[in-house]
């Protein structure tokens, strides 16, 4: 099972809504994350082995040019959701991420008008010869009614 951290911009209330499912989540400031910089929750989820699940699109340009290989990183691309909206976007989504997360990937999901959902999803890839990480190879796009 896949362990998500929440950042601090996504609702609390969305740690219940995700436990309830039976997801292992947590969020920053239940683990001394509430006024972190984006660089030391990117080095806890990866000391702790969480995904990220963040509003923050700063997360997925940190984590490129950091050249580490993770954490696997999931951007909701809609501000302003509540907990719940929130979490029945993600249990919308996980089923076509989560393999990609596991390799280790950096997800966008868009809720499109209509209730549409779009995502796309890029592996981090590791460069045997340079020995860093980068994204590259395979791209993922797909959307949901």
């Not at 984006?38 to 040019?65: F, K, N, P, S």
Request: proline share 3%.
């Amino acid at each position: 099972m896949i362990r998500l951290l929440l950042d601090q911009g996504v609702p609390h209330s969305t740690v219940d809504f995700l436990l309830g499912a039976g997801w292992d989540v947590v969020h920053a400031c239940q683990c001394g994350l509430a006024t972190a910089s984006d660089e030391q929750m990117l080095q806890y989820a990866r000391a702790e082995g969480h995904v990220i699940c963040t509003l923050d699109a700063d997360v997925h340009a940190l984590l490129a040019v950091s050249g580490a290989s993770g954490p696997s990183v999931v951007r909701i691309r809609r501000q302003g959701m509540r907990g719940s909206d929130l979490t029945s976007l993600l249990v919308r989504v996980w089923s076509e991420v989560s393999a990609a997360i596991e390799r280790g990937a950096v997800v966008s999901v868009t809720e499109m008008p209509f209730g549409s959902v779009s995502f796309q999803s890029v592996a981090i890839k590791k460069n045997a010869r340079t020995n860093n990480h980068s994204w590259q190879g395979h791209r993922t796009t797909g959307q949901q009614p």
